[in-house]
């Protein structure tokens, strides 16, 4: 209380009723706001004119509340006050996978959030307003708040205070809170939030092609290690898939990855399994956002990555694995991590970034893009590393340079690479694909037109099949749905959407910092991990690897 004292003034005098604390001008009230005639008589005591305009504001209050309580205060308000505003914020989108993640948090609080089911999104709660006798409403998701009444420079202050690298929980939070504005009575009227509106409304309905069915994968052995996210998955000879770092489950507790994991098919069934490393004592530091390239079937080359945001001086480390393995057991495959100091090693000290072989007069390259480092949040530039000798190539390239990204996806096609999406230097997801053309002389950067537009993405996985780039899951800010599988059929731009049926699944399918292997004789997509550690709702990781059947999708596009 001193330090309310001190900002409102105290007049001294004793508390009286539901007057907690008394201002020279301000009040502080205890009173139940689902009884609305005591919250008359509180009021009426505390000498409020309902004659003057008042503003209500409502901080994720109503929506503890049953609604037929809330809906009656929401229109008590409009009647009893001639002239008024209100602003309302709180939660929305129960059903998807982040929704479901926030309202079991809620629920093992015991706060229950009671809006939701009848109010599930912004035009609900517009409505709500409208027929409580409100005759202005405005609202908007936080992503959208953010991005258009929050000024440039206070963004710009905000996003470099602290060492960040959570961006999907960030933008996954935001689409799942909103802010509403409503008036009546107001001269001029009151709708601060329809004013330099200058990004289009992000909650339009996304128009989907179809469905495809999520299946939790069939496997004869279940390890742990394998729920994780920031980590990377690569297929390093037919039927056996190596995951390497992130974040996730290992010992009972959450932490960095040091484990090293193996998925093997056989018989129709995946097996998972620890890999052993020759060298146990070999530093592997424990990493997230990396990649891993398979340059033949007894050696992949590891580059970059961070510890925290602050630390990214991780470079480049060569997995070594024997030519001959019995391809049957998982704990038959071993590793050895032998570390290397090519020139190149600076332009490994990054993360989120993208490493795609890309073929040179014949000789095969490792085309390193993209991604952040400790001390710039986005990067724009490139690096042309030789597979042999890691040595950094000068190769001429020319063309309109793509804005620079992170978090963005990556393919080899045609002996260049396609790059999608991504999240920009503003900190918005980006709807761009470039294709790094094999020229005589060099490469050359080219559009890809896309018909509907892609919708913005970031922290998605991307393969390509038979003149398709696949798309999968990432984070965009249309918060009426998540992104499912989106093909772009590479011949003629057209672009369709596929949401992933996740009805046989019994947990939220997390779609971001994932991994996903696609098997091309099965026209299968394996998805490996996903989730994140969110701020407010604590850390989800996808429990069990999970797969999807294309053939009937890439059949028909």
Not at 398 to 424: D, F, T
Request: hydrophobic share 40%.
């Amino acid at each position: 209380m001193k330090e309310l004292s001190a900002l409102v003034g105290d007049t001294g005098g004793e508390e009286l009723g539901v007057i907690t604390f008394s201002g020279e001008d301000y009040k502080l009230l205890g009173v139940d706001l689902s009884e609305l005639s005591e919250l008359e008589r509180a009021l009426e005591e505390a000498g409020l004119d309902n004659g003057i305009p008042t503003l209500f504001i409502a901080e994720v209050v109503l929506t503890y509340m049953e609604n037929s309580r809330s809906d009656a205060l929401i229109q008590w308000a409009a009647e009893h006050f001639s002239q008024a505003c209100f602003l309302l914020y709180e939660q929305m989108h129960p059903e998807d996978p982040f929704g479901r993640v926030m309202q079991q948090h809620f629920s093992q609080l015991n706060s229950v959030l009671h809006s939701l089911a009848q109010y599930p999104d912004c035009e609900a709660q517009q409505r709500r307003f409208f027929e409580k006798g409100w005759t202005e409403c405005s609202v908007m998701d936080m992503n959208e708040f953010f991005t258009c009444c929050i000024p440039e420079d206070e963004q710009q202050r905000v996003q470099a205070l602290e060492p960040f690298d959570e961006y999907e929980e960030w933008h996954l939070k935001c689409s799942h809170y909103f802010v509403l504005t409503a008036s009546k009575g107001m001269e001029p009227s009151w709708t601060p939030l329809l004013s330099n509106m200058t990004v289009p409304h992000h909650d339009e309905t996304v128009r989907m092609a179809g469905s495809i069915t999520a299946a939790v994968c069939a496997m004869h052995s279940e390890i742990s290690g394998l729920r994780r996210y920031g980590h990377h998955s690569v297929l390093i000879k037919p039927n056996v898939i190596l995951t390497t770092g992130g974040f996730g489950e290992e010992d009972g507790q959450h932490c960095r990855m040091r484990n090293f994991h193996v998925l093997i098919k056989h018989a129709g069934y995946w097996k998972a399994g620890c890999v052993k490393k020759e060298n146990p004592d070999k530093r592997w530091d424990e990493r997230l956002y990396h990649t891993v390239s398979c340059l033949s079937n007894s050696l992949a080359l590891v580059v970059g990555g961070r510890t925290s945001p602050s630390s990214a001086g991780l470079g480049m480390l060569w997995l070594k694995f024997p030519e001959t393995c019995n391809a049957s057991d998982p704990n038959d495959i071993t590793v050895e991590l032998v570390s290397l100091q090519p020139a190149a090693e600076p332009a490994a000290l990054r993360w989120r970034h993208s490493t795609t072989e890309v073929i040179f007069k014949g000789e095969k390259y490792l085309f390193l893009y993209g991604g952040r480092s400790a001390m710039e949040p986005v990067l724009g530039d490139w690096y042309f590393l030789h597979a042999q000798d890691l040595s950094c190539t000068v190769i001429p390239v020319e063309g309109p340079v793509p804005e620079s990204r992170h978090s963005h996806s990556a393919c080899s096609w045609k002996g260049g690479v396609l790059i999608a999406g991504g999240l920009g230097a503003a900190e918005q997801p980006l709807g761009s694909v470039f294709f790094l053309r094999e020229l005589e002389h060099g490469f050359q950067w080219q559009a890809v037109e896309t018909h509907p537009p892609l919708i913005p993405r970031y922290s998605h996985t991307a393969h390509v099949h038979d003149g398709k780039l696949l798309l999968v899951g990432g984070v965009w800010f249309h918060s009426s749905s998540v992104p499912g599988i989106t093909v772009i059929d590479l011949m003629t731009g057209l672009c369709l959407d596929y949401t992933i049926n996740v009805e046989h699944l019994e947990w939220p399918l997390m779609l971001h910092n994932h991994s996903s292997v696609f098997l091309p004789n099965e026209k299968e997509l394996l998805l490996i991990g996903g989730g994140g550690n969110c701020f407010s709702f604590g850390t989800h990781l996808n429990p069990e690897p999970v797969l999807l059947s294309l053939s009937n999708i890439l059949t028909s596009h």
